[in-house]
């Protein structure tokens, strides 16, 4: 597969701070502080660092064409390669003529070095491979641009800085300094789609000085580019589809896109959520690249049985943060993180840290790292405590450890909720318990979706009048969460659930749920949301759009004769909300030309009505 162009973003990092990438999402990238390839390039000495299956090396090699075809001295070399053998045997083919004219010359050039954590495995020695750049290098080391790449678990920050900053300084020179707008505006035809204020992000530290910066995580329209490159005929679908299916932090990394386009192209659909996190721990407990030394100190059952031991140990812990291998000894980085030896001692070294280094792991802050999404570490946990009961565990054992008499209220754990969730999917009695006790808890965790009509039907049932009486507050009731647990064959326990609890947010949700659904067999309750004039306009409209999704032809023409008996009563935001449903096929161009004209005008300042729809 070519390389395929994302416009990836990197975010410097300090010890104690770790990567948000909703930062950047809600205020902008360079608010953020993040930076892209356009201003990496403007930085002397730069450290990338990434988790497994980040395409850092994918990354580096473009840069290093991109640059050359803009007649930049640059050049990809792997540091295992360098350390070993030099400059040399590590250059491409054809590339050693063209080193020596930049090395003899006097323009500036562009190293990527690829990448530390490979060069570890092989027992090559980073600092060999710094000494070797520069003692070939020579005078002409001031005039090199370097950037070398690591997995964050192998990145030894206080040795590595200091070996880059002994045998590869930067000076600040008048001359680079000068040259670097000019480099800029060169380079920038490289970067497209780049507002002004991207163009012109300045890091806060001089560019001489080393930056340490990691890979931010994909965004929707970043994998979908990518899906659509590997052979997705259809990216929006494929991009709602994982919304629906409640994946999307599984797709933040190319690997992962790749694995999930990969499933979709063979299947058509995604599976259930449980199923589709269970193949991406597979798939990411592999090691993709056949290259690296370490692909067979592990089994893959082994590795599956030390990522369970693992995430049983951080959850029950309370934690979600493991000491890195080779990590930071400062005792201020790494307080609160799990030492991986304490869970697997009967482990050596070496399968320890080939197991950290796979991609189910992430970085955290240095010293640290996590599983890479926190929905990985509560399923691999209830994992092993279904392999605990299958091992013969004794039940009230297990009862003892994930349920509590609270102030003589029965409840979950709350460390053990989202792993409780999970392991009701295997077991009936969990299940039932939980409903029992917290019914939401199989709500807001797990798979709704994968439990049995029967389960689901009680839960709605328990969650209808538990929040009736109080007990659940609005708050906890996630609209995104019924969504997961919609099925036609929930019409009657919805019907039950809506008698059952006359709260206007509640019958929201509910009217979500079917909307999602779809569900059919809910007409008459349909029907009567639209109509009531007690409800409020965003409740009417979506019984209006559940009505549509659902088929209902006979309610939507009534909605849309009810809508044009008396235009003038219509709200501004009701008007628009309706004509959005129900045109063109209920109503026609001159109804909706009718209830823009008659229709309430919206109040100053607001957003309701037809202008902001349109």
């Known amino acids: 597969m070519d390389f395929v162009e994302l416009h990836r973003w990197f975010a410097p990092i300090s010890k104690d701070q770790e990567l948000n990438p909703e930062i950047g999402t809600h205020w902008g990238s360079r608010l953020s502080g993040w930076l892209d390839w356009s201003g990496l390039l403007q930085r002397r000495r730069v450290v990338v660092l990434a988790e497994a299956a980040s395409g850092k090396s994918e990354e580096f090699?473009?840069?290093?064409?991109?640059?050359?075809?803009?007649?930049?001295?640059?050049?990809?070399?792997?540091?295992?390669?360098?350390?070993?053998?030099?400059?040399?045997a590590a250059l491409g083919p054809g590339e050693a003529q063209e080193y020596e004219a930049w090395r003899t010359g006097s323009a500036e050039g562009w190293f990527f070095l690829d990448s530390i954590d490979e060069a570890r495995l092989n027992r090559k020695s980073f600092e060999t491979a710094l000494k070797r750049f520069a003692r070939e290098s020579g005078p002409a080391l001031e005039r090199a641009n370097i950037f070398i790449s690591c997995r964050v678990t192998d990145w030894r920050n206080d040795d590595d800085r200091r070996a880059i900053r002994e045998w590869l300084p930067a000076h600040r020179t008048a001359e680079l300094a000068t040259n670097k707008?000019?480099?800029?505006?060169?380079?920038d035809p490289l970067f497209?789609?780049?507002?002004?204020?991207?163009?012109?992000?300045?890091?806060?530290?001089?560019?001489?000085?080393?930056?340490?910066?990691?890979i931010v995580p994909l965004e929707a329209k970043q994998s979908a580019a990518l899906a659509s490159a590997a052979g997705v005929a259809d990216p929006e679908k494929f991009s709602a589809a994982i919304a629906k299916a409640g994946l999307e932090a599984f797709r933040q990394r190319p690997g992962d896109v790749l694995d999930l386009a990969s499933y979709w192209n063979t299947h058509k659909a995604f599976g259930s959520l449980a199923a589709m996190v269970d193949y991406g721990i597979e798939r990411k407990l592999a090691e993709h690249d056949p290259h690296r030394p370490d692909n067979d100190?592990?089994?893959?059952?082994?590795?599956?049985?030390?990522?369970?031991?693992?995430?049983?140990?951080?959850?029950?812990?309370?934690?979600?943060?493991?000491?890195?291998?080779?990590?930071?000894?400062?005792?201020?980085?790494?307080?609160?993180?799990?030492?991986?030896?304490?869970?697997?001692?009967?482990w050596s070294d070496a399968e320890r840290n080939a197991l950290l280094r796979r991609g189910i792991f992430a970085p955290s802050t240095f010293g640290r790292i996590r599983f890479?999404?926190?929905?990985?570490?509560?399923?691999?946990?209830?994992r092993w405590l279904d392999r605990l009961l299958r091992d013969g565990c004794p039940r009230a054992e297990m009862w003892t450890l994930i349920f509590a008499e609270r102030y003589g209220v029965?409840?979950?754990?709350?460390?053990?909720?989202?792993?409780?969730?999970?392991?009701?999917?295997?077991?009936?009695?969990?299940?039932?318990?939980?409903?029992?006790r917290e019914p939401i808890v199989l709500m807001q965790h797990g798979d709704p979706r994968s439990l049995?009509?029967?389960?689901?039907?009680?839960?709605?049932?328990?969650?209808?009048?538990?929040?009736?009486?109080g007990e659940i507050p609005d708050t906890s009731l996630d609209s995104r969460n019924f969504a997961m647990f919609a099925d036609a064959h929930l019409a009657a326990d919805i019907t039950r659930a809506w008698k059952a609890n006359s709260h206007d947010d509640f019958r929201f949700i509910l009217l979500r749920l079917i909307k999602d659904g779809p569900i059919s067999g809910c007409e008459a309750l349909l029907r009567e949301a639209s109509k009531s004039k007690g409800s409020r306009s965003y409740r009417r409209i979506v019984a209006v759009e559940a009505m549509k999704a659902c088929g209902d032809l006979v309610g939507c023409r009534q909605a849309a004769r009810d809508a044009m008996a008396n235009p003038g009563r219509l709200s501004a935001y009701m008007a628009a909300g309706l004509a959005q449903a129900l045109y063109p096929n209920f109503l026609s161009t001159d109804d909706l030309l009718r209830l823009l004209t008659e229709a309430k005008p919206p109040p100053p300042s607001s957003t309701d009505g037809f202008a902001y729809s349109i």
């Not at 689901?456 to 009736?468: E, F, P, V």
Request: net charge negative; aromatic share 4%.
């Open 410 to 436: 029965a409840t979950v754990v709350p460390s053990l909720r989202p792993a409780a969730a999970w392991l009701a999917l295997w077991h009936t009695d969990v299940c039932d318990e939980i409903i029992r």
């Open 181 to 187: 707008v000019d480099e800029a505006k060169l380079l």
């Open 297 to 346: 100190t592990l089994t893959p059952a082994k590795a599956r049985q030390g990522a369970e031991s693992l995430a049983a140990s951080l959850t029950l812990g309370r934690s979600f943060t493991l000491r890195a291998p080779g990590g930071e000894s400062d005792p201020s980085l790494v307080a609160g993180a799990v030492e991986p030896t304490r869970m697997l001692d009967e």
């Open 372 to 382: 890479h999404h926190r929905a990985t570490q509560e399923y691999l946990t209830a």
């Open 452 to 469: 049995d009509i029967g389960s689901r039907g009680r839960i709605l049932g328990a969650l209808a009048k538990l929040h009736a009486e």
């Open 61 to 88: 090699r473009n840069q290093a064409h991109q640059l050359a075809a803009l007649s930049r001295p640059s050049f990809y070399l792997r540091i295992e390669e360098l350390a070993d053998q030099g400059f040399e």
């Open 192 to 214: 497209e789609d780049r507002s002004k204020s991207e163009q012109m992000q300045t890091p806060e530290t001089a560019t001489h000085e080393l930056l340490v910066a990691q």
